[in-house]
């Protein structure tokens, strides 16, 4: 057995803007990409061949690497007797020497069969994998007594196999290299280990086992068939509803191999293929193109599926790509990036839906050059969106929901590429610490914009956020605040001590992205922008002594409008104390300021001009007292809000309206509660859990 130590001296090339040296250049490419395909004739789509197979050894020697983390006592024996089957002195490679400084896999090893020694958490290499949704072990799968060896038939597009050997812990993975071993077998002058599904679940507490084939009756199987034949819904929605019930099967297929997945996965697909164009007017694509992809590159190499089965599902990917590229924004990419700073969802969930299918079509097809030139240009695109979107910490969504989507499609892109330039500029940090600031002294989100009134946590997309910044940065109050969501996750090990974050207690200022303010400043020139000095903006402002329910804690928010956003500018978002919420915002569609906590004025019968943006005009933060004054236009009149906040328990909140310009003026202080309250005169009383 011997050994490589190689350590990488130069990074592998960024993606998007870099590979083309600059922006302008990128677009310099993608027309010439698009005009190229223009001229192209057209072909149709053929899928490639694949060697399920693993060729492990040929002609007496190894052309399989063993990855595995060297210094870890526990998982070297798995190692070795891997490396001993396939035999002819294998190499052995620590994990951390297999990626670039990219954080990609060496190109060198894309050439030959990987064998990966342990899970996501053990093996960075098998990470990878599991970031791009090609491999599920972790702390939870196949879980504890459980251990899987699992094919990834040529991930790369080079004909060579990736082979995980892995278990939830150190036991399974041993169990795990035995199977592999017992399963290699010689065929001519090679030795090699065919393609399977070799895996034993771990274990409930009643002996059952963790994961298992859902056996589907003949009541479920009726279901399922009628779910897909369309009636009488609404056209619009009923494709992605019947794409959703493929990605599912994907997911299941992941866990179990079960040939039944396969089936559903393929029906569903058939049902929305036999609607041809009538799918076009369907919403709600953008949700599933990205996992409809996934799903489909993790069952595909089962032999299982025919070629026509490939070819017929590759060809309506294609299709579906080719019909939505205009609808969601990917084929003007481009243009987006000067008119549009921040992706909101829709924008980020399609074109990472399009990197994804783009990716795959380049890697396991063969196109005629004018449609392999439109493929690249899916990806080209969405790495011009995700690249400009780096340079902001905050997506266009201002909604405390869908703004931690959209930031997760940034960690995604990210994480798939990869490119992780979101983390090494520090943005990633930043986002982590603002999801605090909007998080009430529960560990509820304080929720804005277009995001509901009721009193839940987090959406997982956010818990997402903190568990890869954790991991990356290493960050232990990132670690305390994913804890203090009241969400701990079962799959991925966090192995920082949570840290108190002290630092983000006291008046916290998130400040507005520099990014945003001067693409709406300076490119779009918006009046109501260009009023207020940078320095002077705010997104958020928080106020928490430390993060106790019964402590008090309040939400100010310092935007209006943008994606999902609503007129909410220099509003109370949320009010907490006592172990109880006693301000909140409205709820998804009610968006004027007569639905927030804060003051409405309409003059002469109108209301048509909602703020943009408020300035702090004056912060302090003492450790007894803290305050704040912000200015905001309102309709013709300048409204000063001050907040003046005793750390021993309450809020005085003071506000000064200043007549602008001439009219007759209706100004009405609102104050959103979550429960009856009772009004007297000029005083509001409100009462719940025997709290006042």
């Known amino acids: 057995m011997q050994t490589d130590t190689t350590i990488p001296t130069t990074p592998a090339p960024r993606r998007g803007a870099s590979r083309c040296g600059s922006a302008r250049g990128c677009l310099a490419l993608a027309g010439v990409v698009l005009l190229a395909a223009a001229a192209a004739a057209a072909a149709p789509l053929e899928v490639k061949p694949f060697e399920r197979d693993t060729v492990l050894q040929r002609g007496g020697v190894a052309v399989a690497t063993v990855v595995v983390a060297r210094d870890d006592a526990a998982l070297l024996p798995a190692a070795v007797q891997v490396a001993e089957a396939i035999g002819a002195e294998a190499p052995l490679v620590d994990h951390r020497q297999a990626l670039d400084l990219a954080m990609d896999i060496r190109p060198e090893l894309r050439e030959r069969s990987l064998v990966l020694i342990g899970n996501a958490l053990d093996n960075a290499v098998t990470m990878h994998l599991y970031n791009l949704g090609w491999a599920k072990e972790d702390m939870a799968y196949p879980g504890a007594g459980g251990w899987i060896v699992r094919t990834v038939v040529d991930p790369w597009g080079t004909g060579c196999n990736v082979v995980i050997v892995a278990g939830s812990d150190a036991a399974g993975t041993l169990e795990a290299s035995r199977q592999f071993a017992q399963a290699v077998s010689a065929q001519d002058d090679r030795r090699v280990l065919p393609w399977g599904w070799r895996f034993q679940s771990g274990s409930k507490a009643d002996g059952t086992p963790l994961y298992a084939a859902r056996a589907f009756s003949k009541t479920a199987w009726d279901e399922f068939h009628a779910s897909l034949v369309y009636t009488d819904q609404p056209i619009a929605f009923f494709p992605g509803t019947v794409l959703s019930l493929a990605t599912k099967a994907g997911q299941e297929y992941l866990a179990t191999g079960d040939g039944d997945a396969i089936t559903r996965f393929l029906a569903a697909v058939d049902a929305v293929r036999r609607l041809g164009d009538a799918i076009e007017p369907m919403r709600h694509l953008e949700f599933q193109l990205k996992d409809l992809v996934n799903a489909w590159e993790i069952m595909e190499a089962d032999p299982r599926l025919s070629a026509e089965?490939?070819?017929?599902?590759?060809?309506?990917?294609?299709?579906?790509?080719?019909?939505?590229?205009?609808?969601?924004?990917?084929?003007?990419?481009?243009?987006?990036?000067?008119t549009l700073c921040a992706t909101t969802n829709h924008i980020s969930n399609g074109n990472l839906g399009y990197l994804r299918l783009g990716l795959y079509l380049g890697r396991r097809c063969r196109m005629a050059p004018a449609d392999a030139a439109r493929a690249a240009t899916w990806v080209a695109n969405a790495d011009l969106l995700f690249n400009a979107q780096d340079a902001s910490y905050r997506s266009g969504c201002d909604a405390n929901g869908y703004q931690w989507w959209t930031n997760e499609h940034m960690v995604r892109y990210a994480l798939w590429r990869p490119d992780y330039d979101l983390f090494w500029n520090g943005n990633m940090r930043l986002l982590a610490d603002i999801l605090f600031a909007t998080a009430d002294n529960m560990g509820n989100a304080a929720k804005f914009g277009d995001t509901g009134s009721g009193l839940t946590g987090f959406s997982?997309?956010?818990?997402?956020?903190?568990?890869?910044?954790?991991?990356?940065?290493?960050?232990?109050?990132?670690?305390?605040?994913?804890?203090?969501?009241?969400?701990?996750?079962?799959?991925?090990?966090?192995?920082?001590?949570?840290?108190?974050?002290?630092?983000?207690?006291?008046?916290?200022?998130?400040?507005?992205?520099?990014?945003?303010?001067?693409?709406?400043?300076?490119?779009?020139?918006?009046?109501?922008?260009?009023?207020?000095?940078?320095?002077?903006?705010?997104?958020?402002?928080?106020?928490?002594?430390?993060?106790?329910?019964?402590?008090?804690?309040?939400?100010?928010?310092?935007?209006?409008?943008?994606?999902?956003?609503?007129?909410?500018?220099?509003?109370?978002?949320?009010?907490?104390?006592?172990?109880?919420?006693?301000?909140?915002?409205?709820?998804?569609?009610?968006?004027?300021?007569?639905?927030?906590?804060g003051i409405f004025v309409a003059r002469d019968g109108r209301a048509d001009q909602p703020a943009a943006l408020a300035r702090l005009t004056d912060c302090a933060d003492l450790p007894s007292f803290g305050a704040t004054r912000t200015e905001s236009p309102a309709n013709g009149l300048s409204w000063a809000r001050h907040i003046l906040w005793d750390k021993a328990g309450f809020f005085v909140v003071v506000d000064r309206l200043t007549c602008r310009v001439a009219g007759d003026y209706q100004a009405n202080a609102i104050w959103r509660l979550p429960i009856e309250g009772r009004l007297e005169g000029g005083r509001l009383e409100a009462r719940q859990a025997g709290e006042r």
């Open 309 to 338: 089965d490939r070819a017929a599902t590759a060809r309506f990917l294609f299709f579906v790509g080719c019909l939505f590229e205009g609808k969601y924004w990917n084929n003007n990419a481009p243009i987006q990036i000067e």
């Open 460 to 597: 997982n997309y956010a818990h997402y956020l903190m568990t890869y910044s954790t991991r990356v940065y290493g960050d232990g109050r990132h670690h305390w605040i994913s804890q203090f969501l009241n969400r701990r996750s079962g799959h991925l090990r966090l192995d920082e001590p949570p840290r108190e974050p002290v630092d983000l207690y006291g008046v916290q200022r998130v400040p507005l992205s520099r990014a945003i303010y001067l693409h709406q400043a300076g490119r779009k020139r918006l009046p109501e922008w260009r009023a207020v000095p940078w320095g002077s903006a705010f997104d958020k402002i928080a106020f928490r002594a430390d993060a106790r329910p019964e402590s008090p804690y309040l939400l100010l928010d310092g935007l209006g409008g943008m994606g999902h956003g609503q007129d909410d500018c220099n509003a109370i978002v949320r009010v907490s104390a006592r172990g109880q919420v006693w301000l909140m915002d409205a709820a998804y569609d009610l968006k004027t300021m007569y639905d927030h906590n």
